[in-house]
């Protein structure tokens, strides 16, 4: 809840200050890093454009709380593609709306109690998209172990209800819930619409500048991870009547994941930078800096597997967790080729 203002008592941390955070959380364990950061981008969505009584409304509780939002933008057939989203709101009685369609690989969705939906207007096909606010019932502490397990149904005091699939079984990252989330004919009042319901495209991209420099945070922190167990593996660990550092080969190996990580970090501190105050090229900067994090996160963990031997591909030993964990820095948030299509497009 870094973002949250001041205004509705939240720290209102600047990006730079904020990236550190998720940076220094995911070198102990990126998965409670990446819960922490989405439910920061379901939250900055209401910190950007939100309405002073929206922040009031949606994110008050969530500073007198241990609360924990989902940001619900990837659909089955519609991941990198946003343009084939079929979650839709439409007009219903009384000037309200009806919202209707599935999101997956949500963070947070199996203990959410409040989402933040990405949806078309009308139909399908309809060129604009609309960012909704949806409350729903709070999961307590004592129950939260049972509720991670299990799919949730989730009837809503304002009409139709939310279902939460079964917690997803994934490659890494695994102390990060994952989850599918469907909205059955939920009403929508006009205030849980953020800012102008046709120009969600456009919040969408300014909350994705944001995102992505906290996700080459998690990667860098990942890095760093990865390079601090390497050397003091290799630092301990003999080989050939030497230590395994002291060999040319491994400290050539060692000197390359240092320089990636610390090309990675000086890229997202410019990335943040930039986006906290506006830079008109901020999404060049997010993109190169998520692309070079997670190189340096999949390359420094690879190889320190490498340097591991047959030890880093035991599960005991915290390096092969760090392999699982950093691929998916390449994936969420827009995949590198994505990155690179927006690098491109503002190159030329």
């Known amino acids: 809840n870094l973002s949250i203002p001041e205004a509705v008592k939240g720290y209102s941390l600047d990006l730079i200050s904020t990236a550190l955070i998720i940076r220094d959380i995911s070198y102990g364990d990126s998965g409670i890093a990446t819960s922490a950061m989405c439910n920061d981008l379901a939250n900055a969505v209401i910190a950007i454009h939100g309405s002073e009584e929206q922040q009031r409304s949606f994110l008050g509780p969530f500073v007198e709380r241990p609360l924990l939002a989902s940001f619900c933008l990837t659909e089955p057939w519609a991941g990198s593609d946003n343009s084939a989203m079929t979650t839709t709101i439409r007009k219903g009685k009384g000037g309200k709306y009806i919202l209707n369609g599935s999101k997956c690989f949500i963070t947070n969705a199996s203990f959410a109690s409040q989402f933040t939906v990405f949806t078309r207007v009308g139909k399908p096909t309809s060129p604009f998209m609309a960012c909704v606010i949806i409350p729903s019932l709070a999961v307590e502490p004592e129950t939260a172990e049972t509720e991670s397990q299990a799919c949730r149904e989730i009837p809503l005091p304002c009409g139709g209800r939310i279902v939460t699939g079964k917690p997803e079984d994934k490659l890494g990252q695994r102390l990060s819930n994952t989850a599918s989330v469907t909205f059955e004919d939920v009403t929508v009042e006009e ?19 944001y995102a992505r420099p906290m996700v080459a945070a998690i990667g860098v922190g990942i890095a760093r991870r990865a390079l601090d167990l390497t050397l003091a593996y290799t630092r301990e660990r003999r080989q050939f009547g030497q230590r395994i550092c002291d060999l040319p080969v491994a400290r050539d ?17 410019k990335a943040a930078f930039l986006v906290q105050e506006g830079a008109p090229d901020r999404g060049v900067y997010a993109s190169l800096a998520k692309n070079l994090a997670a190189d340096a996160a999949i390359f420094c963990s690879v190889q320190g597997l490498h340097l591991h031997g047959g030890y880093g591909f035991m599960s005991e030993f915290e390096i092969s967790k760090l392999v699982r964990d950093a691929q998916i820095i390449d994936i969420y948030e827009g995949v590198r080729e994505v990155q690179d299509m927006i690098i491109g497009r503002e190159l030329v």
């Not at 619409?193 to 456009?202: K, P």
């Not at 190996?253 to 240092?258: D, F, H, R, S, Y």
């Open 253 to 269: 190996t060692l000197v390359a994941m240092w320089k990636r990580t610390e090309q990675a970090e000086m890229a997202l501190m």
């Open 191 to 209: 205030e849980q619409i953020i800012g102008d319901r046709r120009l969600g495209f456009q919040y969408l991209t300014d909350v994705l500048d």
